[in-house]
């Protein structure tokens, strides 16, 4: 796995060195919301939606360091951290944690962070357009509204301390998690400018592995930590929030994981040896529970 | 000035109607946050906003009813609403009532408010996507982001029960309200495709209109009564706001006002009779405290 972890790591610093670049500088008027969008977006997170773009990007034909590209990078993942902001907001999901910082309302205001994750939701978009590309805003913006996140964040809430069904939670993770992870992989293949038939077939494995990547959250919220969590063990639970292992069992999970990896395995198999770092990043997704 | 209502009445119903045409209907699921958008979307503005756009983009030359132009003006409210959303919960400005209706965490729950707006903003960029124009794309979040109007919002709260002086509270009207107002203009110009020169005068305009918009509701803050303002008069004095009234007094807060649109009207000189729609919108603006 250390072939995935360099990449995951030179995924990373470009993905930082463009944040840096498109983000206003904390120096600027008014100082206080620039440092929450960069208190939130330097905030650690492993940069696995960036790695999705530029692997498939690549794998599809791409250069690695095309600016578009790029641009698209940071704005996924700006996006990614307004939607971590307004979550974690005590009318949402109230958590004082994320990646064992306190959440922005924490180290900040409630009204400041409302306003860093609208400015960085805002932004992001701003920073779509100058790819010049209206086709990569509809994909993305369809990922996050209410035919995506935005409808699997309602559900999850309206939810909360019910009895959920199997359908229901996985409308949830399907529309909250796997939404924007299959876009991301969309992306990188529009970028590439990919035929149809291969499109659809991304597409099925990006759905795999944004699935796969949330039951792996559920199952992780049950077994590990709270320091390898960087949040409270348990916190699903406790919140009364329907997950994978609360519903199928704990060993059920972890097959339904597995099988969902195997899964887009095959949907990439046409790629051949090109498609070799979306396939270990759709293992990398596995192997943290493993 | 039955000409200019006859405007404002015939652009609210094209406004209507293609947001009934936008947003989604309310009974897709998840249905709740369909309704909040739809509630606090049609609350009964006075879309002057989508009016400026129509009418700049008509006095260069556009057609009234061009699909482009429609959909930014549908975009534009989405934007618009998002940002009252959001102003008035809680943690901002904690407001019950706008336009003389619940607000929409009074009306569903803060947290519905809050995925409300979020979604109304991502789902205004993916109409906006829908003209084809990245330009426009920039224009408007450009004046949203923290260049504009939540760099407004941001001081304004970090002001409030502060001393605010005069260059203070310009800054904030500038970005906070001018900001949207001025882009509305100017998308309407570069949507009918006008020169630099001519794009530079409407700017002046926009600006202009924008700031004496905010003046004037400053002024009715303080001097209309509760049932005509669909809010509690006075309720910027309450919350420690400034207001131009409170920083220069009420008679040269006219003054400022009236000035602005004497400098509003010689922009659009150029236009000629092409303008008289614009120029009858800025006195319209002023006419609500006369």
Redesign the interface.
Known sequence: MSKIKDYLEKVAKVTDETLERVL?SES???E???KL?RYSTFAGGKRIRPSLVLATHEACGGVFNNENALLTIAAIEMLHT?SLI?DD?P??DDDDFRRGKPTAHKAF????A??G???L???A??I???T?R?DM??EI??S????GM??G???D??SEGKPVTLETLQYIHDNKTAALIRACVRCGALLAGVSDEALAKLTSYGNSIGLAFQVVDDILDEESTTEQLGKTVGSDREKGKATYPSIVGMAESKKIARDLINQAWKDIEFLGDKGAILHELAEYIITRIN
Chains 1, 2 share one sequence.
């Open positions: 206003p600027i008027y008014p206080s919301i620039h969008m307004f307004h907001l009318c949402m205001t409630e009204a400041l409302v306003l994750g609208d400015a939701c805002i932004e978009f701003e779509l357009s100058r010049g209206v805003i509809q913006a369809k996050l509204g209410t035919k935005i409808a964040q309602v559900v809430i309206e």
